[in-house]
């Protein structure tokens, strides 16, 4: 089975901090993706990468950044964190092919004071 | 951008009783997902249906694709507890990435 792992269930940060948010695949899929998730609004995408040391902006990049150096690891990082970006943060994985299934980690919910 | 538009927002149902959601998008696609959420946890994949099928089965799930209406619907039967989880559709524009509908909040009434 597929595993993706987010190193955080719950984050309490404060506004101004530095936020890192860590998602491990162990399936050896080229794809990843970041996503927040808030009411009413479903998920938007955050960024995605499509192999190690690339990244693609999603459709709402601003106020973050992404890290892929090892394959697995997705990181989405958070430069200054303010309190519109409390939220649940959602990272998938996906083989690169034909149909794009994605495989998605436990989240964590994040919550900026 | 948000290119799933699913109905109803919430669905509230006796258990047993069958239950279908509805998902319309708005541009050509390559296939379409149905995912489910459980409350405060991650999307686990439920079924796919390519754009040159119509119908699809899937133990307790069916679910059906109209591209000339561009629109999709999820049934659930026999619902039981277990099923109470937000559902959402995807669509696979051929570009290595989904966009999610909004879902739908689905509760089973023991």
């Known amino acids: 089975d597929v595993k993706v792992t987010q190193s955080s269930r719950y984050l309490v940060k404060r506004t101004g901090e530095k936020v890192f948010l860590e998602c491990v695949q162990d399936?050896?899929?080229?794809?990843m993706f970041w996503y927040r998730q808030d009411p009413g609004l479903g998920l938007r995408l955050i960024y995605f990468s499509y192999d190690v040391k690339m990244k693609e902006k999603g459709d709402i990049p601003e106020g973050y950044s992404v890290s892929r150096e090892k394959k697995e690891r997705f990181s989405l990082i958070l430069e200054s964190a303010s309190t519109n970006q409390t939220s649940m943060y959602l990272c998938?994985?996906?083989?690169?092919?034909?149909?794009?299934?994605?495989?998605f980690g436990p989240g964590t919910r994040l919550l900026v004071l | 951008s948000q290119q799933g538009e699913e109905d109803p927002q919430a669905l509230s149902i006796q258990e047993g009783e069958n239950a279908t959601m509805n998902c319309s998008y708005k541009t050509s696609i390559n296939n379409l997902q149905w995912y489910r959420q459980n409350s405060g946890r991650g999307l686990v994949h439920l079924i796919l249906i390519r754009s040159n099928e119509r119908e699809k089965h899937s133990g307790r799930l069916r679910v059906t694709l109209d591209t000339s209406k561009k629109s999709s619907s999820l049934l659930i039967t026999a619902s039981r507890a277990a099923d109470t989880a937000s559902y959402f559709c995807?669509?696979?524009?051929?570009?290595?990435?989904?966009?999610f509908g909004q879902g739908t909040r689905l509760t089973i009434n023991p």
């Open positions: 995807a669509t696979d524009t051929g570009a290595q990435k989904l966009v």
């Open positions: 399936m050896d899929h080229e794809n």
């Open positions: 998938a994985s996906a083989t690169y092919s034909g149909i794009a299934t994605q495989y």
